[in-house]
């Protein structure tokens, strides 16, 4: 089943502690992204990667970090997350080329206490 | 800066009504609109797409209108369902380099009762 499988689903964590939440896509997709999404805000776009070792920033990149080592997989790090950075976050994928539709996967909901 | 306005914020809708869902965009660059459908506790999901040079696209019961000129579009679900109850996003894309941006809609929370 072609899938975008996003880990862990849920975590509650403290300032300062890093995490990482993984993303993984087996349909072979060039791009990836990742998305936070909050109340009257919508989704905004963090970062995303056309390929492997090619990533750069979205709109809302700051307190984050990525890295494309793999097509396959596109982790997102939160270094020294804060409370600001509690959101629910969907990362994506799409094969190139244009208007090709986005898989999204089923998110992760983070609660930075 | 919200280049992508879409209202309503909510909706509800009696079974078999018709939801309709507006969207009005600034940027005349943009050459392709999706619909993107939300479950709770899911990712959003590609419901109907349509280019500037359609003014109408249907699938089964869900319609876009473009209107060019006003710059905007609008998505129509016939006969409406429970389970259609979802959060939709419009959005709009347009070439930007490399990354092939969507511009997305705040989303519109739609309810329809049975």
């Known amino acids: 089943e072609a899938q975008v499988t996003q880990n862990p689903r849920y975590l509650i964590t403290v300032t300062g502690k890093k995490l990482t939440v993984t993303c993984s896509q087996n349909m072979n997709h060039e791009y990836m992204s990742w998305y936070r999404q909050d109340p009257g805000l919508g989704l905004r776009q963090i970062y995303y990667?056309?390929?492997?070792?090619?990533?750069d920033k979205g709109d809302v990149p700051e307190g984050y970090k990525v890295s494309r080592k793999e097509k396959r997989n596109f982790p997102l790090i939160l270094e020294s997350p804060s409370p600001n950075q509690t959101s629910l976050y969907f990362c994506a994928s799409k094969p190139t080329g244009s208007n090709q539709p986005q898989h999204f996967g089923d998110g992760t909901r983070l609660s930075i206490l | 800066q919200q280049q992508v306005k879409q209202s309503p914020q909510s909706l509800i809708v009696q079974k078999g009504g018709i939801s309709i869902i507006n969207c009005a965009y600034e940027?005349?660059?943009?050459?392709?609109f999706p619909w993107y459908q939300q479950f709770p506790g899911k990712g959003p999901a590609l419901l109907i797409a349509?280019?500037?040079d359609v003014s109408e696209k249907k699938e089964g019961r869900f319609t876009i209108s473009f209107n060019k000129s006003a710059k905007q579009f609008s998505l129509h679900i016939m006969d409406s369902q429970p389970g259609d109850s979802a959060t939709y996003f419009c959005?709009?894309?347009?070439?930007?380099?490399?990354?092939?941006?969507?511009?997305w809609g705040l989303g519109t929370s739609l309810a329809v009762n049975p």
């Open positions: 349509i280019r500037p």
């Open positions: 940027n005349t660059a943009f050459d392709y």
């Open positions: 990667s056309m390929n492997v070792e090619v990533t």
């Open positions: 959005a709009a894309s347009m070439d930007a380099g490399n990354n092939r941006k969507l511009i």
